[in-house]
């Protein structure tokens, strides 16, 4: 059977419904055959423009200013449209030729993911102008290609029905919302981003925007030990900016602020790198280390170094494996820019867009559609900054160069350090996905220990201390 021609001969006639399935599960790279592919193309830019399936006439002016008018081109396409259009196509039919289809791409991208790694294993390979060799790099490239791989496969095991048949799930969820059970979200810790976003949400994508050396990694610390130690959530964090171990050392300072152990400014992370804590400051790491291995309320936090030249699809496939074990309430990846696309463009722009439309898509489709809010740094550019820094203020206009950062995301935050006033940074959302933009706000933060938190709750925290000493 011709898979390719099943399925352009159901869609043909006029079944939008079933073009519409195609073009969510299907790509012109599953059509093997050039004019089954083509074809495929010019009836999805035509439903693009038009919203209908495209009619013989439209295909022939199509093809006419593809070909300059040379008719010979042209007529093995009008061929192949006539054949397809005769043909009498099952639904059923039409649905086991797109999963034929998919199967039959999944299997063929199997066997070059496998033979690539084999070469780059062996004797070294050049992938994308880099030259990558060695188990390591054997192993990123396949898990990273077989999580694309495994994306084709899977696109129909996203939740899916009628609303009109879920009423009693609609009132469920608003009922859990109500009485709290579901209604926070993921927290920051941050009590003007919890209020104007009601924690983040699964599906979202909330970029962090700031110039560099501005705080970013500190935020995304704050909220990975906030959802992890304050609410028991599990977070998944990637890092590729900085190494493993010095996330580590920041979480440990973060969560030495706790009035529990009587530090009001909490432990210096450097001294912590550095080896020079004082004694009661050795006695504090202590207590904290095993607060964290042994407090049954809290949530996992798992920390992973992001190889040299990963994608998002190796990413991917790791946050996938972890989900075995456990699903995560946050993945944070620090940062979405360091990472490689999965496919070669012709600028850095393109990529980027890729990989922030792929991060979003990753967002959205975690654990089977259920989603996962994704958070993650962006950096803003100098001259972004230098503005910024002239007005007081960053604006949405200030991500231009990446226009799918304002696209793709749900919520944008933007971080700039007051210069009048030390121990203090200036927030504002750029973008809130369902509601008004909130006010611009201040944020006291110490950088020593990856602390940012309302001004405010500064002197509520230094108040404990004060009573437990």
């Known amino acids: 059977m011709d898979h390719a021609k099943q399925i352009l001969g159901a869609i043909i006639p006029g079944r939008r419904d079933l073009l519409l399935y195609a073009l969510q599960h299907l790509t012109e790279d599953h059509f ?4 089954q592919k083509i074809l495929f193309i010019i009836c999805q830019r035509y439903y693009d423009i038009a919203a209908a399936i495209l009619p013989k006439a439209a295909l022939t002016d199509s093809l006419s200013r593809k070909f300059d008018g040379d008719i010979s081109k042209s007529i093995l396409y009008e061929e192949l449209y006539d054949e397809v259009e005769a043909l009498s196509v099952a639904d059923h039919e ?37 030259e990558v060799r060695g188990h390591l790099d054997a192993r990123t490239f396949l898990y990273s290609e077989l999580a694309r791989v495994d994306k084709l496969g899977h696109t129909e095991s996203a939740p899916e029905g009628d609303i009109k048949d879920e009423s009693k ?14 209604s926070s979200g993921v927290r920051t810790g941050i009590q003007v981003i919890d209020l104007s976003t009601s924690g983040f949400q699964n599906g979202e994508m909330i970029l962090v925007c700031a110039y560099t050396g501005q705080g970013k990694s500190m935020l995304v610390t704050q909220c990975a030990w906030n959802a992890a130690y304050m609410q028991g959530k599990n977070v998944f964090f990637a890092t590729s900016e900085t190494v493993r171990a ?19 400014e909490g432990l ?8 020079t804590l004082d ?30 030249g990963a994608t998002l699809g190796f990413l991917e496939a790791r946050l996938q494996r972890q989900a075995q074990s456990w699903l995560a309430d946050l993945v944070i990846v620090d940062y979405l820019a360091l990472l490689k696309p999965d496919r070669h463009r012709g600028t850095s722009r393109e990529e980027y867009n890729d990989i922030l439309k792929d991060a979003k898509t990753m967002a959205v489709g975690y654990n089977n559609g259920q989603g996962v809010p994704l958070l993650s740094p962006w950096a803003m550019s100098q001259t972004a900054f230098r503005d910024a820094t002239k007005n007081g203020h960053y604006q949405l206009a200030n991500l231009a160069e990446t226009s799918e950062a304002e696209k793709s995301s749900d919520q944008i935050l933007s971080m700039l350090r007051v210069v009048d006033v030390p121990g203090e940074v200036r927030m504002q959302f750029l973008k809130v996905r369902d509601d008004d933009l909130p ?6 933060v110490d950088y ?7 001004p405010e709750i500064v002197s509520t925290y230094e108040g404990l201390i004060d009573g437990l000493t």
């Open 448 to 454: 020593r220990c990856a602390f940012l938190g309302d």
């Open 169 to 182: 799930e609609i009132l469920q969820d608003y009922a859990d919302r109500k009485s709290g059970k579901s």
């Open 279 to 308: 004694e009661n400051g050795e006695r504090v790491l202590q207590a904290v280390t095993e607060d964290i291995k042994t407090n049954p309320a809290y949530g996992r936090l798992h920390i992973v170094q992001v190889p040299r």
């Open 94 to 130: 039409f649905y086991y030729s797109v999963d034929s289809l998919k199967d039959m791409r999944a299997w063929q991208l199997t066997g070059e993911a496998i033979t690539t790694s084999m070469a780059i294993l062996q004797e070294g390979q050049e992938i994308n102008g880099v």
């Open 246 to 264: 010095q996330v580590r050392r920041r979480i440990v300072a973060r969560h030495s602020r706790l009035p529990q152990f009587g530090l009001p």
């Open 439 to 444: 006010e611009a706000f201040n944020l006291a």
């Open 268 to 275: 210096n992370s450097s001294d912590i790198k550095n080896g």
């Open 32 to 35: 093997r055959v050039e004019q």
